[in-house]
Nanobody, 124 residues
Framework: QVQLVESGGGLVQAGGSLRLSCAAS????????MGWFRQAPGKGREFVAA????????KFRDSVKGRFTIFKDNAKNMVSLQMNSLEAEDTAVYYC?????????????????WGQGTQVTVSS
């Protein structure tokens, strides 16, 4: 069983930056693909970014490409999401997820473990 705890959310002005972190415990972190998803009020959960188990492959939703970066530190059992040039549309609860042998990194149903989420609010 893997436990995930997100941190780093908060309130930021449009154009600003935030770095989200997700600390993992209870499993062999280096074997897990990690993903970030988000859910805005009244909307469904959507894929944001993912990184393969070894960190050699990343994937982003189109609207965050060039603004967000994902990092995986297997030595520290941590994955981070650096968010730059934030926009009001990025406002959401952000969730960290872990899974193995994923056929589609952007599909939330393929992830096995989820964190409790951290709120990101971007003021315009």
């Amino acid at each position: 069983q893997v436990q995930l705890v997100e941190s780093g959310g908060g309130l930021v002005q449009a154009g600003g930056s935030l770095r989200l972190s997700c600390a993992a415990s209870g499993g062999t972190f280096s074997t897990y693909t990690m993903g970030w998803f988000r859910q805005a009020p009244g909307k469904g959960r959507e894929f944001v970014a993912a990184i393969s188990w070894g960190g050699g492959f990343t994937k982003f939703r189109d609207s965050v490409k060039g603004r967000f970066t994902i990092f995986k530190d297997n030595a520290k059992n941590m994955v981070s999401l650096q968010m730059n040039s934030l926009e009001a549309e990025d406002t959401a609860v952000y969730y960290c997820a872990a899974g193995r042998y994923l056929s589609d990194l952007s599909r939330d149903s393929t992830y096995d473990y989820w964190g409790q989420g951290t709120q990101v609010t971007v003021s315009s």
